[in-house]
């Protein structure tokens, strides 16, 4: 059986390809806009966690067969394989472990103005928690300049949560409005 | 490759409701998988070696929808892999696993939150073929199933009636089925009387939706008979596609050759050569009443062109001579999405615990399902005490 | 698990087939894995009557904008009365194709298999960044309005911080890549560029500029699969596979130390364990780890234990991984220089082993005798690791 080289010179590999005016201006080409519409239930452990949000807590929930602590909280442990055990309240302070700056958007436009963007790792008893997985949350940073993200500033800093106004919050992740540092 | 059996060792389940508005999906998989492993008291974190969900990005409304299934099912840092199928396949793929030898406890989930799903007839839409079947604008994209039932009636002369016994039987059979949400006295006059929604299917022909997590343990013999005294040996299996959604020009009308495929399958590896005669009943798709008729017929358990008369004679009723779908089917306890097959394997797996005792029981069951409009995909697993 | 010591059905891939990589292709989902598969097959000289069972691999249903993708590509991957399943693991999906082919023949439950995947990202507009707004949690995430990028960048920027590496040393991977594609004739991202180019392209999410991403690519490509005795059959030079792994991590990828990808780790360690390797950082010659960003190619070999931790970009920049080192990485030219078509570029990388082991490669052919090699991919929320190890 003869070897079948595969590299450039050898294989002409199938397919059309076509310039972004060429495929648009292709005959029959078929426009469809889904509608895809959902009303997803946030269950027990999600709808607690957003309640606590609109009053100005982060609520988690802790595992007493290993002590890990779940933030945003489940109810169950998912390294234990079993319900998590209590609810606990978080001040919302902690430390950042990483941050980025966005120049765009979710459909990839570029933004006016750029966004920090960062992982907070919350402290459990004002401390920081070790290990490989720990409670923390997603979100945008207030107060940090595009420069403290680029030579490595932020990472490590302390923040706390800035919330909306009590009366502007709705129980949603955005009642958080972003993290910001803590001075000093 | 192993010649170890391959046995249902335990399942759980949460919900068989039209709506589940106290959990999420994930709590729903956690809840169902929990009692499946306490059941037989197995630890997920250390004695599953693998874990298989059948789930699709369209029903969950999230892109990637594998995202979420290790945590609720105890599969982090552990082999999980999601099957874009119905969960009879799910449990092809267990099944393939532990023949390999190399995996010994698999389990499987399947969820439904149809509930979840606002604009359900619009999702059916996407999954149409998106150059020559949507653009027609169907204002039901179930009406292939209409088309299918007038072929079938076309091929063998059943009526309108006949496919309206279907529904009778298997309403009724649901009466006795804690999780038939959807079972009803009904009669012939009550469908027969009633306009079709998609001609000539009534609406009580029509299996609606519902929500309902399910997760299964499977295992290599050995570890089967340490867990339970009863598994529930998987003797057989099958799974086929006739062709793809945006070949319907391909597809047979009014059959379901991929069963045929999957049964003949599945026949071969349980060795059964008369399937007319090997089983104590059958649970098999109906999530359209025309559906269970062309299915009996493609697993070869009717004769070509005989199920409707052997239907009208009494032969499927729970007392007859092959009780069809004695749990009350898909029409009674409703269309569970990806999850629809596991609901077969778990109402036949549970109808063969129960008759354990039973002396002139063969102790021995087929399940057929299909993934529904508009795939030519289906499965046939064959279980036995 | 049990312990694999005597594998009695050994697995084989017998041929590969793959299309051009490109930004939007005339061809169909359907007409694209076609092509794939007719690829694959004339390079094994089989014909689709002589395989048992079919394998498909997709991503997102949303960019093909087809709901049940895996039916809607059945027909076009040769599905047509035959036994089919899709799997499916977000980016990891590529490397799972062949994991699942494997477990349909090791099963005993079918003797060939054709294994396909596809990707057609160009319908979805105006950008196909738009798909990934849905892969977030619907209730903590989405509200947020993020973009995908977000998340590696992040990741990116915690494994900068870890483990002491720059932007320039990260940039060594894609000058690395898109020249090795080069030679390959299905690349969309071939180039000659230079550290500069990259830290001079557009930044999107600083640390991440244009040139350290991938494309958004159409493609397919398709993998045979055989038994044992059907293999020796149809080929003088079968590829076995000697090792399948995969795991999932945690979905809460904000909940978890993102400079080391122990998901990756764990998927290599069940991998290695099966084919009997102990250390694999001497034991493996080849290898195509996962590399949609540049800095993804250096996480990934130290998830699979081919450097100590912190230590990939060092040996990048001494030219380890390059065609001519002592461990090549990507000799394809990876995701960065073919191309991404999401599932397809996995199947690609597994692919470029195949070759690679077979000494096919021709001018991508790597300098060093090749015994062992391994392909990865990685995906959902940065938790999926799926891994192959492969042998001549």
Known sequence: ?184 | ?385 | MKPNIHVKDKVAIVGAGLTLFRRRMLETSRELAWEAAREALESANLELKDIDCIVIGSAPDAFDGVHLKGEYLADGSGAISKPMVRVYVGGGTGVMVPIAAWWHVASGLCRTVLAVAEEKMSPAHPHPQGVFAYIWDPVVERPLGPNLLWIFALEMRRYMHVCGASKEDIAIVSVKNKANALNHPCAQAAAKITVEDVLNSEVLVWPVHRLDVSPVSDGAAALILAREDIARKVTDTPIWVEGIGWTLDTTHWYNRELAYPRYVEYAARMAYKMAGIERPWKEIDIAEPYDPFDYKELHHIEGLMLAPRCQAWRLAREGYFDRTGELPTSPSGGLLGVGNPIAAAGVMKVAEIFWQLRYEAGERQVKKPVHYGVAQAWGDLMQVGTVVVLSN
């Open chain 2, 1 to 385: 490759m192993t010649s170890s059996r391959v046995g249902i060792i335990s399942i759980g389940w949460y919900g068989f409701s039209p709506s589940t508005p106290e959990v999420s999906f994930r709590e729903m998989m956690f809840e169902s998988s929990n009692r499946a492993y306490s059941a037989v008291g197995i630890d997920p974190r250390k004695e599953v070696d693998a874990f298989v969900v059948c789930q699709e990005d369209y029903w969950e409304g999230i892109a990637i929808t594998n995202e979420f299934a290790p945590e609720p099912l105890g599969g982090v840092l552990r082999p999980t892999v999601t099957i874009a199928g119905d969960g009879l396949q799910c449990i092809v793929t267990a099944y393939q696993l532990i023949k390999t030898g190399y995996f010994d406890i698999v389990a499987v989930e399947a969820h439904s939150k149809a509930s979840n799903i606002a604009t359900l007839s619009k999702i059916y839409e996407i999954a149409l073929d998106p150059h020559y079947v949507r653009p027609l604008y169907a204002k039901n994209p179930l009406f292939l199933a209409g088309l299918e039932a007038r072929a079938y009636m076309e091929r063998t002369g059943a009526e309108k009636y006949h496919l309206a016994l279907v529904a009778v039987k298997n309403k009724n059979n649901g009466l006795n089925n804690p999780r038939a949400s959807y079972a009803t006295p009904l009669d012939l006059e009550d469908v027969v009387e009633s306009k079709p929604v998609i001609d000539p299917l009534t609406s009580y022909e029509i299996a609606p939706f519902v929500d309902v997590s399910i997760t299964f343990l499977l295992a290599g013999e050995e570890s089967a008979r340490k867990f339970t005294d009863t598994p529930i040996w998987i003797e057989g299996v099958g799974w086929s596609t006739e062709t793809g959604t945006g070949a319907i020009a391909w597809h047979e009308w009014g059959r379901m050759r991929f069963l045929r495929d999957a049964a003949n399958q599945a026949y071969r590896i349980a060795g059964i050569s008369n399937p007319a005669r090997s089983f104590d009943f059958a649970e098999v798709e109906d999530r359209f009443s025309y559906a269970e008729l062309v299915a009996l017929e493609e697993l070869k358990l009717a004769q070509e062109g005989t199920a409707h008369i052997l239907l009208e004679s009494g032969d499927f009723d729970i007392d007859g001579y092959l009780p069809v779908n004695p749990s009350g089917g898909s029409l009674s306890i409703g269309v569970a999405l990806e999850a629809t097959g596991l609901v077969r394997i778990l109402e036949a797996t549970l109808r063969l615990w129960s008759m354990e005792l039973v002396e002139e029981a063969e102790g021995r069951a087929v399940v057929a399902s299909w993934r529904g409009i508009p795939s030519f995909s289906g499965g046939v697993v064959v279980l036995s005490l």
């Open chain 1, 1 to 184: 059986m003869a070897r079948r080289i595969y590299d450039k010179e050898h294989v002409k590999a199938p397919g059309t390809p076509l310039s972004s005016k060429e495929m648009y201006q292709l005959p029959g080409t078929i426009e469809y806009t889904p509608v895809a519409k959902y009303r997803f239930t946030t269950g027990q452990a999600l709808s607690k966690f957003l309640e606590e949000l609109k009053r100005g807590r982060i609520a988690g929930r802790k595992c007493n067969n290993c002590g890990r602590v779940y933030v945003p909280p489940r109810m169950y442990c998912e390294f234990c394989y079993k319900p998590t055990s209590e609810w606990i309240y978080l001040e919302g302070t902690g430390t950042v472990v990483t941050a980025v700056v966005s120049y765009i958007g979710t459909a990839r436009e570029r933004l006016e103005k750029p966004e920090i963007i960062g992982i907070v790792k919350l402290d459990i008893d004002n401390k920081e928690p070790q290990g490989y997985d720990f409670p923390g949350l997603f979100h945008r940073f207030c107060n940090v300049s595009e420069d403290d993200v680029k030579t490595g500033k932020i990472i490590g800093a302390r923040v706390r949560p800035r919330w909306k106004l009590e009366e502007e919050r709705k129980g949603d992740i955005t009642d958080i409005e972003c993290f910001e540092p803590i001075e000093g």
